[in-house]
């Protein structure tokens, strides 16, 4: 129900009583009122005709009184009867002569009996004579003593009808009244709640979501305060929501920007959050809000963290995993409860992806134990051979001097596995200064290949060489360009078949120089190929080592280029050869 139409309600309600109770006591006033009149009335023309008949009637004479009750009863319109002291009825203005004789006695009537004994008598009752309601009053009269009683009557029904008349109007004036005040009422109620719907209304939109809405109440009452403590309500909202949506952006963009993946858990361990990293780190779908860890992502050792970090009440939980999909990847977990209010409120967990470190770490590993290992194969040949020779060896001069071949080979081995170590860790640590300046590939490639016709004779290899005379130069270090062909150009033979062939080509790539160095060797298995680059990897260690190899050569090739702004690449197919390509900034 509308409160206008409430208020309307209970003010009708309430006029309505009042009126009823000013109807009912006017109309009570009223009535007594009128008939206290007629009463007063009545006493007048009463005493009046008694002084009429103290002067008029001397003796008594029925006749004559009748005559007279008559005379009085047509001035004063009312009925008049005159009574002997002993109750007989003398006369009566109401009836004939005839009629009078034969009216009972009316000593006992009340009035009679009251106007004997205290000069007024008054009654009300239904006479039965004329058959009618009437009200009666009567004075005794006589000069020196009582000569009888005279009696005045009206009937009833004339006060009756005159209160009915006022009745009437009295009730129609309420009634139009009422309508006054129900109008008035209505726009009373009307001006009072349509700043209150106004109001409404403005809340109603604040609910909805809609800040732009005011209320417009101008009044200067507790409405208007109202109104306007809402308006300022609304504007206060509208700012803090601002605020809210700017801080959960910028929290989402330093989300979505992290390297690290994240996962924000409520207090009963359901996902709230997850970043985009994360959701690649453990190729999952996106929308895993509101469901536990276990069931979305299926690995139990999320969970378990997770789950331990919601016990704790301080402090970071971390553990190592490994996942599979879509590759394997390690990925370091830091779980830690968000407290508040000394209540564990939900989780924070972060992964960070250390598979690359981890291959580092291993990668360093096998370094050091592929150094020992180089290191001490020739060492151990050296000492062996050394020892042998001190044994007596050294009378055997054949012999010896092929021991001492030996020895000498080892020890060169050793110095350029010793070298290459030296120069790869110097490139790596930037210790290197690579003097670039513009050179031509082309003429870096001719000198080299002269430089290796002896080799390339001996496994009746073509090379071939498919350098555009138009290419540009390149800006390098020319000595370390050369030791970069070089081991490609000695790979290429290596493990290139007998009567194979080597393309040797270059071109020019929006500001770099490619270089490719094709064979049509033994070529590389696709699960090394990742590797070559890496120090001391040899896809098939025994042949390489046969053939001189440390494995080094690549890795120096890759520094090298890297640290020129290059880039080198493999393309391999078992059996059927490689392709290793060099790219180069143009000068
Ligand atoms: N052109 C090629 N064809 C096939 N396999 C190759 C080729 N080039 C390199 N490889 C593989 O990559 C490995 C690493 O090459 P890298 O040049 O680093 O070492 P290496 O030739 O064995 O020794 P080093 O170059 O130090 O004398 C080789 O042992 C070989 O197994
Ligand atoms: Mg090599």
């Not at 009335?41 to 009463?46: A, D, I, V, Y």
């Not at 780190?281 to 069931?295: A, M, W």
Request: hydrophobic share 40%.
């Amino acid at each position: 129900m509308r409160i206008q139409n409430k208020i309307i309600l209970i003010f009708s309600c309430s006029i309505a009583i009042i009126l009823f109770c000013v109807y009912h006591y006017l109309n009570q006033n009223l009535t007594q009122r009128s008939f206290k009149r007629i009463q007063e009335n009545l006493e007048k023309q009463l005493s009046l005709s008694r002084s009429y008949l103290n002067d008029v009637v001397k003796e008594f004479s029925s006749e004559k009184l009748d005559a007279i009750a008559d005379k009085i009863g047509k001035d004063t319109k009312t009925r008049v009867t005159v009574i002997a002291v002993d109750g007989a009825v003398l006369g009566d203005s109401q009836l004939t002569s005839k009629e009078i004789s034969s009216v009972e006695n009316h000593l006992y009537r009340p009035e009679v009996q009251d106007a004997l004994s205290e000069g007024l008598g008054q009654s009300r009752r239904f006479s039965t004579t004329i058959k009618t309601d009437m009200l009666y009053m009567a004075m005794p009269f006589g000069k020196e003593k009582t000569l009888g009683i005279i009696r005045l009557a009206i009937p009833l029904e004339k006060i009756t009808l005159l209160s009915q008349n006022l009745k009437h109007i009295l009730f129609i004036s309420l009634i139009i009244a009422f309508i006054f005040a129900i109008i008035l009422n209505v726009i009373i109620s009307d001006f009072i709640t349509k700043p209150i719907r106004e109001i409404y209304l403005t809340a109603k939109a604040i609910a909805q979501g809609d800040f732009s809405r005011k209320s417009i109440v101008k009044t200067k009452d507790e409405i208007g305060d109202l109104a306007r403590s809402i308006n300022e309500m609304a504007e206060q909202i509208r700012l803090r929501i601002r605020e809210i949506d700017l801080s959960r952006s910028r929290l989402e963009a330093v989300l979505l920007s992290m390297f690290e993946g994240v996962m924000v858990l409520d207090a009963e361990g359901k996902i709230l959050l997850m970043n985009k990293t994360l959701k690649d780190f453990l190729s999952v779908p996106l929308d895993l809000q509101g469901r536990r860890p276990l069931e979305a992502i299926r690995n139990i050792e999320i969970h378990d963290i997770a789950d331990r970090a919601l016990q704790l009440k301080a402090g970071v939980e971390s553990k190592e995993i490994t996942v599979f999909l879509p590759q394997e990847k390690t990925l370091l977990i830091y779980a830690a409860p968000v407290v508040r209010d000394n209540s564990v409120d939900g989780a924070v967990l972060v992964f960070h992806d250390i598979t690359e470190l981890r291959r580092l770490e291993k990668v360093r590993r096998d370094f050091v134990a592929n150094v020992s290992h180089e290191l001490r194969t020739p060492l151990s040949s050296i000492k062996g051979y050394a020892e042998t020779l001190l044994e007596g060896a050294l009378d055997d001069k054949k012999n010896a001097k092929d021991f001492l071949k030996i020895i000498v080979e080892d020890s060169n081995r050793l110095t350029q596995l010793i070298e290459d170590l030296l120069s790869l860790s110097k490139i790596e640590s930037g210790k290197i200064f690579f003097r670039k300046e513009p050179c031509s590939i082309q003429a870096i490639v001719k000198k080299l290949v002269i430089g290796f016709q002896k080799q390339v004779k001996e496994k009746k290899i073509e090379v071939k060489i498919d350098i555009p005379g138009d290419l540009p130069k390149v800006l390098a270090d020319e000595a370390s360009i050369s030791q970069v062909f070089l081991n490609l150009v000695d790979n290429a033979i290596k493990y290139n078949k007998e009567g194979g062939t080597i393309i040797i080509s270059a071109i020019k790539k929006s500001d770099f120089v490619q270089v490719d160095i094709a064979d049509t060797g033994i070529g590389i298995p696709e699960e090394d190929v990742s590797r070559v680059f890496e120090r001391f990897y040899r896809v098939d260690k025994a042949r390489s080592r046969e053939l001189g190899g440390t494995g080094l050569g690549l890795s120096i090739v890759k520094n090298i280029i890297q640290a020129h702004g290059g880039e080198v690449f493999v393309k391999s197919s078992l059996t059927q050869g490689s392709t290793f390509s060099v790219t180069l900034p143009q000068a």
